[in-house]
């Protein structure tokens, strides 16, 4: 391993010790002290609404007036493939209307909350109870789909803990030790998650954080024939597997299989290869007829059992298998399995959170999403992913979804994701 990756395992490690550190520290916080925490958590929640808000409203009003004057016209006619989402030009973006009113919203709410939070106070402890309660039928319900007794008792424990502290803070809402509830709760969970992050940043190997934070694979600006790749687009991911000649196959929620471009796919971002030891791979040239022959073909969209990376691993294996143990559900759910209070916490903020910063949260709450699914992404690696690799034991489920496809006999026409 050369200098420059030692040096930036040890910036990695270092972080991880310190984050995790941090979190341990803000956990203890909202336990002992909740005030401490809430207090300027809301001139942060504040201060980048307010900002968030006004940068929108700006950008859109520049927007505004280039379209009026014209400019626009010569903007729509450009290619919208070559564009980033995060940086697409004012003009692109003046005609979205919801925009204004989202973006003068987060003006208003931000400005009330820096100068009276007082007035919006009850409102937000309202919906952070109302989030505990949906998280709490959300973890019950999960545990319905488990068969191992284990696995149910976490989850029901963690689900019944959640429903307790809500009933208490609901009926004793005018008391001073509400505030302690709610924080003993919600620091209780950070506290897990920090000293995960500790654990991992102290006992992790190099080749486990090469594999969580660096990746075996790279950004590739040229797809290679039969490989796996993935983009992301806010908290999510879109895979799709090449084909050749700058083509790949993709699959989208509307069930009908795409062949598009290659930068069509990317839409401005950057492509990583996912690898899957699991699958068996086929001759790359088989893998282009294999795959070829799908497109425009149309099978129920599963987001759970054939998505577009169940998709991609079905063509990589010819057809054999949709399952890999290391795909994000396959993982997500094992990662459930073994840590039932852990792992609903992290599919919580990975799934849940890093959406609506992504969407509401401007540039500032984009980033702390996606940093949201780095620290997903190194917990369910220590977890799940490393032992397997470790291991090189992989089990297949007892039942795996196969596709059956039906020729609808329609033109494929790229949608936007």
């Not at 994000?328 to 916490?345: C, D, H, M, S, Y």
């Not at 980033?367 to 032992?387: E, K, Y």
């Not at 494929?412 to 994701?417: F, N, T």
């Amino acid at each position: 391993m050369n200098r420059s990756n030692q040096n930036s395992l040890r910036g990695i490690r270092l972080s991880l010790i310190v984050t995790g550190s941090l979190i341990i520290f803000a956990g203890l916080c909202c336990m002992v002290a909740p005030a401490w925490v809430a207090v300027p958590l809301e001139w942060l929640i504040g201060g980048t609404m307010f900002l968030t808000g006004s940068a929108t409203l700006f950008h859109l009003a520049a927007g505004a007036v280039a379209f009026l004057f014209g400019t626009a016209r010569q903007e729509e006619v450009a290619s919208v493939l070559t564009q980033d989402s995060l940086t697409r030009t004012s003009v692109s973006v003046a005609r979205r209307s919801p925009f204004w009113g989202v973006a003068v919203l987060q003006v208003l709410f931000g400005g009330i909350m820096l100068i009276s939070p007082q007035l919006l106070r009850p409102y937000w402890s309202l919906l952070l109870m109302a989030a505990i309660a949906v998280e709490a039928g959300l973890i019950l319900w999960l545990s319905l789909h488990f068969s191992s007794f284990t696995t149910k008792v976490g989850l029901w424990l963690n689900g019944l803990v959640s429903l307790v502290v809500f009933a208490i803070v609901m009926l004793n809402w005018q008391q001073v030790l509400v505030g302690h509830w709610i924080g003993g709760l919600l620091g209780a969970k950070v506290l897990m998650l920090g000293w995960a992050l500790l654990q991992i940043g102290i006992r992790a190997s190099d080749i486990d954080l090469r594999y969580a934070y660096i990746g075996e694979g790279r950004f590739h600006d040229t797809p290679s024939v039969g490989s796996i790749y993935a983009v992301y687009y806010g908290p999510a991911f879109h895979c799709g597997i090449s084909v050749g000649d700058g083509q790949i196959v993709d699959y989208l929620s509307d069930g009908i299989v795409r062949l598009i471009s290659w930068d069509e796919f990317l839409l401005g971002r950057r492509a990583l290869e996912w690898n899957y030891p699991d699958v068996p791979a086929g001759d790359p040239t088989a893998i282009c007829i294999f795959a070829r022959k799908l497109a425009g073909m149309y099978n129920k969209y599963d987001a759970l059992r054939f998505n577009c990376e169940n998709l991609a691993i079905y063509c990589r294996s010819l057809g054999q298998t949709t399952h890999s143990s290391f795909s994000q559900a396959a993982v997500g759910v094992e990662l459930v399995k073994r840590k039932p209070i852990l792992g609903t916490l992290l599919q919580m903020l990975n799934r849940a959170a890093s959406w609506f910063l992504y969407g509401a949260g401007g540039p500032f709450g984009k980033q702390i999403g996606f940093a949201m699914i780095r620290v997903a992404r190194a917990i369910t690696d220590w977890v799940i992913a490393g032992p397997l690799r470790k291991k090189m034991e992989y089990q297949q489920p007892a039942e795996i979804y196969m596709p059956v496809f039906e020729d609808r006999n329609e033109e494929v026409v790229s949608k936007p994701r």
